[in-house]
């Protein structure tokens, strides 16, 4: 279970890393995306993402986009 | 901020700065004068009034000229309410280039620190559009009503009453306005732009 941001979109990252044993500073070294930024992802705080960011976040956990991110309907 | 702030931003903050501080300065001479109408029996007063045209002479034949003419009499030994009139009738156009210059200090300020796009900013240009389009022509009445006032305190007619809107006040504070949008669209790209990672 990851953070839900405002548009209803979850970002698994927190599952990601996990099964990948794999911490935040090791994915911001990896894939090149600041720690920072990799926290907003994670806490649901991001607005948008860009296509590079979430290349290299594919690459380096080795998944696609659609396991990184789903996003649920709240008006149900 | 990632820069060092322009020349031209800190000048013009100091220049509006200095129009305030000189502005208000006047203001408040002219509150005092008209709270203690200084000056009394030894004081001229400029007062704006109209003369039909048939008592001005020697305009040329073929004059095509208006009905009345505004006219300044000079009273001299003006009596205190005729200060205090005097004194009044210029305060709604200082009050209104005191909140102008105020408005103006806060944008520059944000722009010499270089962060202009914020929410603020938007909120002072939206005002500053209404002080325009709004607060001029408010002004202008005022100033005409205590223009009369003080042309019947010498037993003269006073100006007719402004009740128009301006056509620069009118294009000025739509521009302002329009501005405002600008700076509104402009927060929401940078909020768009600052949650993207």
Partial sequence: VGFESEYSVTVHLDELLEAKRMTLAQLSDLADITVVNLSILKNGRAKAIRFSTLAALCRVLDCQPGDLLTWTDTKE | VTHKPSWTAGFLYRLSILLLVFTAGFGLFVVAGAILGFGAGGNDVAVHTTVDADRVDE????????????VVVRVRDASAEQLRWFAIRD????????????????????????????????????ILAGVVLIGIPLANLLTSIFAGELAASADLVGPPLQLALPGNALLGGLAILVLSEVFAEGLRLRADLEGTV
């Fill in chain 2, 59 to 70: 305009l040329p034949p073929g004059t095509v000229g208006p009905d009345t003419f505004d």
């Fill in chain 2, 91 to 126: 305060l709604p156009p200082g009050i209104v280039v005191i909140v102008v210059l105020w408005l103006i200090r806060g944008l520059l300020k944000s722009v010499r620190d270089g962060d202009p796009f914020v929410a603020r900013n938007v909120t002072r240009l939206r």
